[in-house]
């Protein structure tokens, strides 16, 4: 079938894409590359992506491009989903014979409840969906395809038997390719990456326990499933080779450091072609390993701490020690390995003071950059279980984003109001950035490397614009 892949139009600067751990817009515009639709457009022949945000593709572009194609493949989310929704039904206005289906997470733990609320949606395909959407373009029989939920030919919904989780992941081709037939390279910022960056999967799965965590709870699952050494770096060539502008590759897995002996692997074998590289990872590795990676190209690591406090971090099923992540940010700094630390305000235990108290480790560890997240209580996740048990989220304030795409305060506890938890944000990031010796590093930054003074003045500029509209939100609220 002629298939498109389709990350949709939705709120102005939001990022949907696979690398997007909370689907929102950010404090400065950021987009992800969108893997999850890539993976299986790589599978399919003569398909097409559309990532409409990044590259401002509005839907009357859209639909004037739907009328070629068979079938359509969305990437939806718990906040996009009712926009997601709005644009099937133009879709199916302008062709009415294109059959549509949605891929996430979103649908792959709600796929009845997603079809019942859409009724314009044919199909999802739940959980791990790439063979799943390949069954569907190469035309096989809906009721033989596993993992697969949809309408009959009577409109009664259907779920097929799951699909086994896969576990050589060298079966999967490349998703790069894709990214070089239909996407630009250009529009995908990440304040914290150098420009223009690519980032990809080497794996999938993350073994721990994290119970906000949307993606191993719904897709990936806790058992970390890996490509190959040499798999990973033939894709790497290929991006040398296609991609000679970039500056910064990005591992994309949840924890790329679960695997530390293959890590080092890796990493050796970049230091061999001089690649700049950085990936996720848990505030735990040791020190030889951090060498290793440093020494073989290495120049960022994104880290969630998530809370200063230690029993949130109990309470979060985090798996780590307050003092094990300080010892591990201070052998970073020794060793020249620049931190984007993200923290999480509103979790489980969540009280003012602990909220001081996690402003006041952020300070003393310093990262090189923050992210400040309100806890998002996705369908799916442990956290979301606990919040609907012991009233922590109540109707009001059950979305996750507001009308204009901006993360809000979900949840709410005894003596913590959401009022509370969302002002709290600017305060972080008030009291982290506005020190003397964070604004001399940054100005520092800025003089020693002259495309960062552009990009900074940028990047301040819509900070400042996003904390405005922030506001607006709470006085509304």
């Not at 079938?71 to 989903?81: D, G, I, K, Q």
């Not at 799943?132 to 038997?161: C, F």
């Not at 984007?340 to 509103?346: R, S």
Request: neutral net charge; proline residues 5%.
């Amino acid at each position: 079938m002629r298939t498109l892949f389709l990350q949709a139009p939705s709120f102005d600067g939001f990022d949907g894409g696979a690398g997007s751990r909370y689907q929102a817009r950010r404090e400065i515009q950021s987009f992800w590359y969108p893997t999850w639709l890539a993976q299986p457009a790589a599978l399919v022949e003569n398909s097409k992506l559309i990532d409409a945000p990044p590259h401002r593709t509005s839907l009357q572009e859209v639909l004037g491009q739907v009328r070629d194609y068979d079938l359509a493949v969305l990437h939806t989310s718990t906040p996009s989903f009712d926009s997601d929704v709005k644009v099937i039904e133009a879709m199916k206005a302008t062709n009415p014979n294109l059959k549509v289906g949605l891929i996430g997470a979103k649908v792959a733990v709600q796929s009845n409840e997603s079809l019942e609320q859409a009724p314009v949606v044919d199909f999802v395909a739940r959980n791990e969906f790439d063979f799943t959407i390949k069954d569907v373009a190469d035309g096989k029989p809906w009721s033989d395809i596993q993992g697969l939920s949809y309408r009959n030919g009577q409109g009664v919904i259907v779920h097929n038997e799951d699909r086994p989780v896969m576990h050589d992941m060298d079966t999967l081709p490349f998703v790069t390719p894709v990214y070089k037939r239909d996407l630009k390279m250009e529009n995908y910022f990440i304040g914290y990456l150098k420009h223009p960056y690519i980032s990809f999967y080497t794996g999938r799965g993350c073994k721990s326990r994290c119970t906000f965590c949307l993606w191993p709870q719904t897709v990936g699952g806790h058992r970390y499933r890996t490509r190959s050494v040499g798999h990973v770096i033939e894709e790497v060539r290929y991006i040398l080779k296609a991609f000679p502008q970039m500056k910064e590759l990005m591992f994309d897995d949840d924890t790329f450091t679960d695997d530390l002996p293959r890590a080092e692997a890796i990493a050796r074998e970049l230091g061999k072609l001089g690649v700049t590289w950085s990936c996720n990872a848990k505030a735990n590795v040791p020190r030889e390993t951090l060498k290793v990676l440093k020494d073989n190209g290495l120049r960022l690591l994104l880290v969630g701490y998530e809370s200063g406090n230690q029993q949130i971090l109990h309470n979060i099923k985090k798996g780590m020690r307050v003092e094990v992540a300080e010892k591990f940010t201070k052998d970073c700094h020794e060793l020249g390995i620049k931190i984007h630390g993200t923290f999480i305000l509103g979790l489980p235990g969540e009280t003012q003071e602990t909220i001081r108290e996690t402003i006041a480790f952020a300070t003393r560890i310093n990262p090189h950059t923050i992210q400040v997240s309100l806890a998002a209580p996705y369908p799916g996740t442990f956290l979301y279980k606990q919040a609907m048990e012991n009233g922590w989220l109540d109707e009001k304030n059950a979305e996750l984003i507001n009308g204009n795409g901006i993360q809000i305060a979900p949840l709410h506890y005894p003596g913590l109001s959401h009022t509370e938890i969302f002002t709290s944000v600017e305060d972080f990031y008030r009291k982290f950035y506005f020190r003397i010796p964070k604004i001399a590093s940054i100005v520092g930054e800025m003089v020693t490397e002259p495309d960062m003074m552009k990009r900074r003045l940028r990047e301040g500029v819509e900070f400042f614009r996003f904390l405005k509209e922030r506001r607006g939100v709470a006085q509304a609220a």
